[in-house]
């Protein structure tokens, strides 16, 4: 009869313990959805017509638009955006029915290109339609088309014609009005022109120097057999310089890292000149660090450039050298191996580069 009551207890307990837990992730699930409604909503701009009025030529185009409840909601939806890989963010915006992004007039952009070729009316054409949303910067040989966004996660937020409400303003989320706003995002056609100085590479936050240390290694372009594609690599080391705590390492909080970091740029010539397009590629690579070798697969379906950053931190000491007064840092040298499987080039679908970057030296700007 007690063990009875001891098992009926038990049984009490547990229950009541599994229905706590079922009703704390329930209550998790309904506030993750609210905080959601509550940060943003889909609205018709015919709602707001007292904020549209330097729009209206915009409004009839695409009456939807995201509205965020505050700045705060704006930004935290902005940086969870941030967060989330390519493929993800396609799959959130896609969750958003009824809504065209400036991200979804880009997609539709890049299928069309596909049936663009080298002669001026069919560019022109392609151009005209869209134009309008897109930034077209016919700079010199540079005959691609991009997003009009420096930070390309708002594309994702603004509407078709670049536009969000936050709180009660409308903004218009475009930034690039030149190749140089264009340049600083890394997809233009044409580099800026930073300089890297191997020995006085800044590690403070105001810099505006490269976050590069040592070189960054460029391939030059390969063509394929016809001519009308290209692929280009560029690799270096690329530091966490948004986050870097100052010299020396026994800071409180010191976090300096930096990391491998690939890029795999590639164009279609058209009229004119090169244009960016979406593409697949498939990366083999093999890195050669202190006598160590470490193998790593890539591969990513989107439009040009197709980015990689390794996860590991690489290894750097001190020299026991000093440059004014501040220690010398340094960093080993690496040998690397690249195979990528690129199907849009005839005849040579895979491409094998080689490259080396030297030991590199830093210092605290």
């Not at 663009?116 to 069919?122: F, K, L, R």
């Not at 897109?134 to 390309?152: A, C, R, S, V």
């Not at 670049?162 to 030149?178: D, P």
């Not at 690579?285 to 006598?291: A, T």
Request: charge should be negative.
């Amino acid at each position: 009869m007690k063990k009875s009551i001891v098992y009926q207890i038990k049984f009490f307990i547990t229950l009541f313990l599994l229905t706590l837990f079922s009703c704390n992730n329930e209550s998790d699930i309904i506030d993750s959805k609210e905080q959601q409604i509550k940060d943003y909503e889909l609205v018709s701009l015919k709602d707001y017509s007292t904020l549209t009025k330097t729009f209206k030529s915009q409004d009839k185009q695409d009456p939807f638009i995201l509205k965020f409840k505050d700045e705060a909601s704006f930004e935290r939806t902005l940086k969870q955006l941030q967060q989330m890989t390519y493929e993800e963010r396609i799959l959130w915006m896609q969750n958003l029915e009824g809504f065209n992004s400036l991200q979804d007039v880009f997609e539709q952009a890049l299928s069309d290109f596909d049936n663009v070729d080298e002669t001026e009316s069919s560019y022109m054409a392609f151009k005209q339609k869209y134009e309008q949303y897109l930034y077209f910067p016919m700079y010199k040989e540079d005959m691609g088309f991009y997003l009009p966004t420096i930070e390309e996660e708002k594309a994702i937020l603004a509407n078709l014609n670049g536009l969000v409400i936050v709180g009660e303003e409308i903004r218009n989320l475009k930034n690039i009005f030149n190749y140089s706003d264009l340049q600083t995002t890394g997809k233009a056609y044409y580099d800026l022109n930073n300089s890297m100085n191997l020995k006085a590479i800044a590690l403070v936050n105001s810099s505006t120097v490269s976050d590069f240390i040592g070189d960054e290694v460029d391939s030059g372009w390969f063509y394929d057999s016809d001519g009308d594609r290209k692929l280009r690599f560029k690799f270096g080391r690329k530091s966490n310089k948004q986050n870097i705590n100052p010299i020396p390492p026994s800071t409180s909080g010191f976090n300096f890292r930096m990391y491998l970091k690939l890029e795999i740029s590639f164009r279609k010539k058209t009229w004119l000149g090169w244009a960016n397009y979406k593409s697949e590629t498939n990366t083999n690579m093999k890195f050669f660090i202190e006598g160590r070798e470490f193998t790593y697969n890539f591969h990513k379906k989107a439009d040009s450039s197709h980015d990689w950053l390794d996860s590991n931190p690489l290894p750097w000491g001190i020299t026991g050298n000093y440059d004014n007064g501040k220690p010398i840092y340094i960093t080993p040298p690496i040998s690397a191996e690249f195979r990528t499987e690129f199907r849009a080039f005839d005849g040579t679908p895979v491409i094998v580069w080689t490259c080396y970057l030297p030991e590199a030296t830093f210092v605290e700007f």
